[in-house]
């Protein structure tokens, strides 16, 4: 019979309703103020006994706090004061020492019977309910040394290319210095240099014997500082990016910092941990007999700290090479990072492996850290950073074949470790390290005025197009309205379940979707006044949901296409956007022609009727 | 059904498309788009007052003092604030803020003024360029492929007149263009597209189910069997994007503006450059009804 369904498709869209209600519901509870405490490194570990230390620490202080809880390895202490959130934040922070990341949060206060089936409220932008801010400091200094360290290092192997011997070479305050045995030698190695090195001024210096300086010209200095700022800045776009926070801020701020804005993130410990991570690999050979001593380095291995192994100095590749870096498991269940390389790296990793099948080739995991101190200068309190490096190995295995630009590295601590460390081969190492100079919870960018505005027209408008609806299609009308509050429920419903963050622009975008969503059924209904001529009640209906069908389809997919190749593509915001289009078209497309056509049915459907209310 | 002659008028409609692509042009060339902060950057001051200050004030002390385009935030303590200004950096600028800011007197510290980039890296821009690119190259061959390549030529010119004349429209009259306005140029290119495709389908199914040659009508026909329904949609969402204009606030005032002339750009280029486009490229109704006419026919028949 025309215009009906059978049962199980009544209930199929009461069942996607229902579930997409109970997944929207979490939106409607609000955020607690909370400070979140992880652990800082696989040696220490978060538990109750720290929880303890924290909250006694905080009521001592006068500090309210609402509650605490305890979920895989990380502490959340909600509080019930957003005022008080900095300075508990600090608290905790000195309570619990260096092993440990304590962060401000924003904690989603879901029940747990909604978490239990994975329901999380959506976040709230910058712009309407502000977030956590990172100002990050780039080390100069290092970014300097090491630009220095490697054009020394191609300076030496000129000089031994030619046969030019040096007795002592020396980095340090924006120069290189070499010391040769007699002016003779250091005149030949300075025109040899001068010709390929024009970022230097080149000078002579007698003190110590016959030495050659090279100083950074002042264009130089700067040149570095300002990439290694802007490098800097595309990595941290790109880990932000890959941490899947959406609509975060990323700038650069005066000559030297990164301000990092995150809308109240889920897990600002990871994200403090990720932002400011500097781990990167290298790959080496192990020593071999005939390797000599001065080529030779020794390292610990991170899993065993007691085990040794000596590398070769040269480094094969490091990780600026690798492309692509994902994690799986092996077939023991142990985690790895599979990993691909760029064309040059790949080349290089062939060339190296393939002459030494039967070696054993090391994987060096290098981390750059800042341990902070207080020392008294002056008679002052000064807060010192002091860089140190931390290198271990992760794998030592045979080169069993030559490898090309894929391969799979094995020797990882636990999942996170693998996930944490793909994550940052693929967004690129920082060119200098860099440390958290200041963290802040930093209120709306939009005034409180504003945001009411935008919120009562978006209201406004919502209720305009109902009444429209109404006032122009009749009881088909009160169908499209009914099909368009599930749709957004929907919509609500799978923004929230992909953790969206929801800006003002991002709820006009939304409203607008709306206001695009009724054409599917204005298209439908056009067409089934069109249809009414010459045609049964009950065909009419049926022809007309028939025929817009293609139309609806074609316009569609087309717009869903933009919107898939925009978020592949796109980054941040635009990438934000694109994820409210293309749900928002596969609801409405959903509702349109599902809901309303089933509503449609149960209210019309099969009877004898002389006249439409449309 | 009403019955207006769409296809008669075009030679007007062609004289008005190519004069405003061609002042839009021109407004990008000479004037060129006025970026907002998001893009451009500028200055970025932290503030410390004695006691708490209502942010509104502050947004009022500093607009009265001649500064545009600034955001006012609070800065981990109520008593910390923190401005952004678009204006360049220059020495100066710190004092120039706490001098608006003590205007009734209030007791406000400079703590610092910097220098901060643009919000939007170059990376995105050029992504974002070519993923625009990307985008449309795979809409012009889903429409080749579900209607013809012709279709494809006339969609495409459409898309890029509607972006053309409003990124134009923006650049002559110097409105801001941040972020939120991007994201409405992109809701435009969905728009307008989904506004072509409509009046294609019924070109589409009017050429196959009609005997006759004779174009121009069949267009004129399936603009005006979809025309209550243009109106219809593009009347929802300008009642929408009307609410939002005047009620909205200055956040999404020019986000609303951009997609108010887009919503009239995008139906006004769905009639005339869309349909007349075909007229230009010479479609004919072979293109669309290869040999198998006979059965196209009999699956019309209810």
Redesign the interface.
């Known amino acids: 019979m025309l215009n009906r369904y059978p049962l199980w498709k009544y209930l199929l869209i009461l069942l996607v309703f229902i579930v997409g209600v109970l997944y929207a519901l979490p939106n409607l509870y609000p955020k607690d103020p909370a400070i979140q405490i992880s652990a800082a490194n696989s040696s220490t570990s978060v538990g109750d006994s720290q929880i303890s230390r924290v909250t006694q620490t905080l009521e001592q202080a006068g500090i309210d706090i609402k509650s605490h809880e305890l979920d895989n390895d990380t502490a959340l202490i909600r509080l019930e004061n957003s005022?008080q959130q900095?300075a508990a934040r600090d608290m905790a922070s000195q309570s619990l020492g260096q092993g440990y990341t304590v962060a401000l949060n924003l904690a989603d206060s879901t029940p747990q019977w909604l978490q239990s089936i994975g329901a999380k409220p959506m976040n709230l932008g910058l712009?309407l309910r502000?977030g956590v801010?990172f100002l990050l400091e780039v080390d100069m200094d290092a970014a300097i040394d090491q630009r220095l360290d490697v054009n020394a290092s191609a300076m030496r192997d000129t000089l031994r290319g030619e046969g030019i011997r040096y007795r002592n070479n020396t980095t340090g305050d924006n120069a290189i210095r070499f010391t040769f045995a007699n002016a003779e030698d250091r005149s030949q190695a300075r025109t040899l240099l001068s010709r390929q090195y024009n970022e230097f001024t080149f000078s002579n210096n007698d003190d110590a014997g016959p030495t050659l300086v090279l100083t950074l010209t002042e264009q130089a200095v700067n040149d570095i500082q300002d990439y290694a700022v802007n490098q800097n800045?595309?990595t941290l776009?790109n880990r932000v990016n890959e941490l899947g926070v959406s609509e975060p801020?990323?700038?650069?701020?005066?000559?030297n910092?990164i301000?990092v804005e995150l809308p109240g993130v889920q897990d600002t410990a990871e994200a403090k941990r990720i932002v400011g991570a500097t781990a990167n690999l290298e790959f080496r050979l192990e020593a071999s007999d005939s390797t000599s001593a001065d080529q030779q380095q020794a390292f610990e291995f991170r899993s065993d700290a007691g085990r040794k192994a000596a590398l070769e100095r040269d480094v094969i590749i490091t990780g600026d090479r690798v492309s692509n870096a994902s994690t799986s498991f092996d077939d023991n269940g142990r985690p790895q990072v599979n990993i691909n390389l760029d064309g040059p790296g790949g080349s290089q990793m062939n060339r190296a492996t393939r002459a030494n099948i039967g070696r054993n080739m090391a994987v060096l995991y290098i981390e750059h850290k800042t341990r902070t101190r207080t020392v008294t200068r002056d008679g002052e309190q000064v807060e010192e950073r002091v860089p140190y490096t931390e290198r271990g190995i992760i794998s030592l295995a045979t080169i069993q074949s030559a490898l090309g630009n894929q391969f799979r590295i094995t020797g990882l601590d636990s999942p996170t470790e693998a996930r944490e460390l793909s994550l940052l081969l693929r967004s690129g190492s920082l060119a200098a390290p860099i440390y958290f100079a200041q963290e802040?919870?930093?209120?709306?960018?939009?005034?409180?005025?504003?945001i009411d505005?935008?919120i009562?027209?978006?209201i406004?408008?919502?209720i305009?197009?109902l009444a429209?609806?109404v006032v122009?299609y009749k009881g088909f009308g009160l169908i499209a309205n009914l099909a368009l509050t599930v749709n957004l429920t929907l919509l609500i419903a799978a923004m929230s379940l992909l953790g969206a963050t929801l800006t003002?622009?991002g709820i006009?975008?939304i409203?607008?979707t709306?206001?695009?969503a009724?054409?599917a059924n204005?298209?439908v209904f056009?067409r089934i006044r069109?249809e009414m001529r010459g045609r049964s009640i009950q065909?009419a209906i049926h022809?007309g949901y028939e025929?817009a069908f293609?139309?609806i389809l074609?316009?569609?997919?087309?717009?869903l296409?933009?919107?898939i190749?925009?978020f592949?593509?796109?980054?941040?915001?635009?990438k934000g956007?694109?994820v409210t289009?293309s749900l928002g078209i596969l609801t409405s497309v959903f509702t349109a022609v599902m809901v309303s056509r089933a509503l449609t049915n149960l209210v019309v459907g099969g009877k004898s009727l002389k006249k439409l209310w449309i | 059904m009403t019955q207006i002659d769409f296809m008669g008028k075009r030679k007007a409609a062609y004289i008005i498309s190519i004069l405003l692509t061609v002042i839009a042009i021109g407004a990008l060339a000479v004037k060129g788009l006025s970026l907002g902060l998001d893009f451009t950057?500028g200055t970025?001051v932290e503030v410390s007052y004695a006691q708490a200050p209502s942010?509104?004030d502050v947004?009022d002390e500093l607009g009265e003092a001649g500064f545009g385009n600034y955001?006012?935030?609070?800065?981990?303590?109520?008593t910390?604030v923190?401005v952004?200004l678009q204006q360049t950096f220059d020495e100066g600028i710190g004092q120039q803020v706490i001098g608006a800011l003590r205007a009734q007197g209030e007791q406000v510290d400079l703590v610092r003024a910097?220098?901060?980039?643009?919000?939007?890296?170059d990376?995105?821009r050029d992504?974002?360029g070519?993923?625009?690119l990307?985008?449309l190259g795979?809409?012009a061959l889903?429409?080749a492929f579900?209607f013809q390549y012709k279709f494809a030529l006339g969609a495409l010119i459409s898309l890029g007149h509607d972006v053309v004349i409003l990124l134009g429209f923006f650049a002559l009259f110097g409105f801001d263009f941040d972020?939120?306005v991007?994201?409405?140029v992109?809701?435009v290119?969905?728009?307008s597209?989904?506004d072509t495709?409509?009046v294609?389908?019924?070109i589409r199914?009017n050429i196959r189910r009609s005997q006759s040659n004779d174009l121009i009508r069949i267009f004129n026909d399936a603009i005006n069997?979809?025309l209550?329904?243009t109106l219809?949609?593009s009347?929802?969402?300008l009642?929408?994007?009307l609410?939002?204009f005047?009620?909205?606030?200055?956040?999404?005032h020019n986000?609303?503006l951009a997609?108010i002339v887009g919503v009239v750009l995008g139906t006004f280029s769905s009639i005339y450059v869309a349909a007349a486009m075909l007229l230009l490229v010479k479609l004919e109704r072979e293109d669309l009804i290869p040999a198998k006419r006979e059965n196209a026919v009999e699956d019309e028949l209810?």
Request: proline share 3%; charged share 15%; no cysteine.
């Open positions: 005022s900095t712009d502000g801010h800045l595309t776009r801020l990323v700038q650069r701020q005066g000559p910092r301000v802040r919870t930093i209120g709306p960018s939009l005034g409180q005025q504003n505005r935008g009562m027209s978006v406004v408008g919502l305009l197009v429209f609806m122009r003002l622009p006009a975008g409203v607008l709306l206001g695009m009724v054409d204005v298209l056009e069109e065909q022809t025929r293609t139309a074609d316009a569609n997919i087309t717009t296409l933009v919107a190749i925009l592949s593509i796109g980054t941040g915001p635009v956007f694109a289009l | 950057g970025q942010l509104d947004r955001s006012v935030q609070t800065f981990g303590a109520d910390d923190l952004r910097e220098y901060v980039g643009a919000q939007v890296g990376q995105l992504q974002s070519l993923g625009m990307i985008a795979v809409v889903y429409v579900r972020l939120t991007l994201a409405a992109l809701a290119i969905g728009y597209l989904n495709i409509i294609y389908d019924r199914e069997q979809t209550s329904r219809s949609t009347g929802t969402t009642l929408v994007l609410a939002l005047f009620l909205g606030g200055d956040m999404i986000f609303s997609l209810p």
